[in-house]
T-cell receptor, first 119, second 109 residues
Framework: GAVVSQHPSRVICKSGTSVKIECRSL??????MFWYRQFPKKSLMLMAT?????????EQGVEKDKFLINHASLTLSTLTVTSAHPEDSSFYIC???????????????FGPGTRLTVL | SQQGEEDPQALSIQEGENATMNCSYK?????LQWYRQNSGRGLVHLIL?????REKHSGRLRVTLDTSKKSSSLLITASRAADTASYFC?????????FGAGTTVTVRA
């Protein structure tokens, strides 16, 4: 499958600081990328859809001013957790999306995730 | 929003045995996908089954889909220790994925 990278893989920060996570689609240009959040032993929760050249679409309950998403190019989307608090500690996973043949579905390729710990 | 529910939540089997896990969902879907996640890692796509398909195979994996019951099952045959992981179903309704809670599978050597 296609390769998606995330950087950093782990980050520890102090409460009140901002943290930027990068997601790169290495094998293809992705007009759409997704950001998920996963709590320990829980499922992935979609946070937002990142669209190249336009504003991200956030899921209900996700604060857009708290989780800033920028999709500046077809291969890079960034998630910035602003004024981080301990409750923002989580595993953040991105994916890049590509249409399957026939156009009836998209295939998502997931990054390895970023473990954020806010002290 | 999360719409897939999976059972069992956890499964422990002996190497060589088969592992079966189920996923139920609530709304109409375009397709259903199964993923594997090793502890603390990203997701690996296993198989996609479209809404007009009933069964699909990939190696030791068999997936079924019953749209009338809004349910799917994943069967792993002849399990190996390396199959130890969490398995998630994900429904694709509007080109976004909604993930189930996952089944944690432990394969004992």
């Amino acid at each position: 499958g296609a390769v998606v990278s995330q950087h950093p893989s782990r980050v520890i920060c102090k409460s009140g600081t901002s943290v930027k996570i990068e997601c790169r689609s290495l094998d293809f240009q992705a007009t759409t990328m997704f950001w998920y959040r996963q709590f320990p032993k829980k499922s992935l929760m979609l946070m937002a859809t990142s669209n190249e050249g336009s504003k991200a679409t956030y899921e209900q309950g996700v604060e857009k001013d708290k989780f800033l998403i920028n999709h500046a190019s077809l291969t890079l989307s960034t998630l910035t957790v602003t004024s981080a608090h301990p409750e923002d500690s989580s595993f953040y996973i991105c994916s890049s999306s590509r249409a399957l043949a026939g156009g009836l579905a998209n295939e998502q390729f997931f990054g390895p995730g970023t473990r954020l710990t806010v002290l | 929003s999360q719409q897939g529910e999976e059972d069992p939540q956890a499964l422990s089997i002996q190497e060589g045995e088969n592992a079966t896990m189920n996923c139920s969902y609530k709304t109409s879907i375009n397709n259903l996908q199964w993923y594997r996640q090793n502890s603390g890692r990203g997701l690996v796509h296993l198989i996609l089954i479209r809404s007009n398909e009933r069964e699909k195979h990939s190696g030791r994996l068999r997936v079924t889909l019953d749209t009338s019951k809004k349910s799917s099952s994943l069967l792993i045959t002849a399990s190996r220790a390396a199959d130890t992981a969490s398995y998630f179903c994900a429904t694709d309704a509007d080109y976004k994925l909604s993930f189930g809670a996952g089944t944690t599978v432990t394969v004992r050597a």
